[in-house]
């Protein structure tokens, strides 16, 4: 029973645009969220988080939002650049909860 | 330096055998972590363990089972190999114990294909 969902299994930007990655999750215990950033042949590694206090995490190009009513979070990265194709996975957890992994979103970005 | 590392980096063997995959992590990390990525490219989490305290995903088959012979390293031991044990494994950490609340490191990952 998947309880983080990304119901876009790819998106393809042009460079200098922004990038919208959608998440959504089911668990209302959840109360912190993550993303990671996977190229192919290496492991995820972690790009930026947000806990349930906030609705707004930025990090340079990188904010995330989390809207709690509607138990959804969004990854922005503006502006695109190529170096940004990857997948990228959202995950939630919360106080005796394991990491929950979604499936992943492909970006492609293009020059 | 790799702060996470697997190997070996790909395995392929046969149904019914006895595997392993070795994991070290050099970040003086307190809580390590398997995860496996099926065919499907969930990733899913299989162990939680640090020097006190195992917890198993209970839908992971008994056939497998952590290793850890210090703080430093995770091995994963799969007996009696099966078709569906085909998956990448990523091994990771974090410095403490709590899986959400800290960022895990992952290491390459290990593509297992069972034949």
């Known amino acids: 029973d998947q309880q983080v969902k990304q119901n876009s299994p790819s998106l393809s930007v042009q460079e200098g645009r922004i990038s919208i990655l959608n998440c959504d999750y089911t668990?209302?215990?959840?109360?912190?969220f993550l993303w990671y950033k996977k190229y192919p042949a290496e492991g995820p590694t972690f790009l930026i988080s947000?806990?349930?206090?906030?609705d707004k995490n930025e990090d340079g190009r990188f904010t995330v939002f989390l809207n709690k009513s509607a138990k959804h979070l969004s990854l922005h990265i503006v502006p695109s650049q190529p170096g940004d194709s990857a997948v990228y996975f959202c995950?939630?957890?919360?106080?005796?909860?394991?990491?929950?992994f979604g499936g992943g979103t492909m970006l492609m970005v293009k020059p | 330096d790799t702060a996470v590392s697997q190997t070996p980096k790909y395995l392929v063997t046969q149904m019914g055998n006895d595997k392993s995959i070795k994991c070290e992590q050099n970040?003086?990390?307190?809580?390590m972590y398997w995860y496996k990525q099926d065919s499907k490219k969930f990733l899913k989490i299989m162990f939680s363990?640090?020097?006190?305290?195992?917890?198993i995903n209970e839908t992971v088959p008994n056939r497998f089972s952590p290793k850890s012979p210090d703080k430093a390293h995770l091995n994963l031991h799969i007996n009696s190999l099966e078709l569906g044990d085909s998956a990448v494994y990523f091994c990771?950490?974090?410095?403490?114990?709590?899986?959400?609340?800290?960022?895990?490191?992952f290491g390459p990952g290990t593509r297992l294909t069972v034949l």
């Open positions: 990771a950490s974090s410095q403490v114990r709590l899986a959400g609340t800290d960022t895990q490191y």
């Open positions: 668990n209302s215990m959840f109360d912190y």
């Open positions: 947000i806990s349930s206090i906030k």
């Open positions: 995950a939630a957890s919360g106080a005796g909860y394991m990491l929950n």
């Open positions: 970040l003086g990390h307190d809580t």
């Open positions: 363990y640090n020097n006190k305290e195992l917890i």
